[in-house]
Nanobody, 125 residues
Framework: QVQLVESGGGLVQAGGSLRLSCAASGRTFSSYAMGWFRQAPGKEREFVAAISWSGSTYYADSVKGRFTISRDNAKNTVNLQMNNLKPEDTAAYYC???????????????????WGQGTQVTVSS
């Protein structure tokens, strides 16, 4: 069983930055693909970014060039640096882990086995 705990959410003005972190339990974190998803009120959950066990990164078009995903295997953490935030980035952000040791990283929620509880990001205009 893998437990994921997100942190770093908050309220920020448009154009500002936030850094989300996800701490994972488990001795094989380095073999997991990790992803970030978000869900705004009344909307479906959507893919934000993912990083494979080998370090390859993937981004949704809406965040490309503004968000950066990274991982620190020594600390069992995955981070999401969010710059130039926009009001439309407002959502609950969820960290997810995929233990299937796939090549690459999934962009669909069903490809992930474990989920965190989420952290709220609110961007004011």
């Amino acid at each position: 069983q893998v437990q994921l705990v997100e942190s770093g959410g908050g309220l920020v003005q448009a154009g500002g930055s936030l850094r989300l972190s996800c701490a994972a339990s488990g001795r094989t974190f380095s073999s997991y693909a990790m992803g970030w998803f978000r869900q705004a009120p009344g909307k479906e959950r959507e893919f934000v970014a993912a990083i494979s066990w080998s370090g390859s990164t993937y981004y949704a078009d809406s965040v490309k060039g503004r968000f950066t995903i990274s991982r620190d295997n020594a600390k069992n953490t995955v981070n999401l640096q969010m710059n130039n935030l926009k009001p439309e980035d407002t959502a609950a952000y969820y960290c997810a882990a995929d233990e299937s040791y796939r090549l690459g990283a999934g962009t669909r929620g069903v490809e992930y086995d474990y989920w965190g509880q989420g952290t709220q990001v609110t961007v004011s205009s």
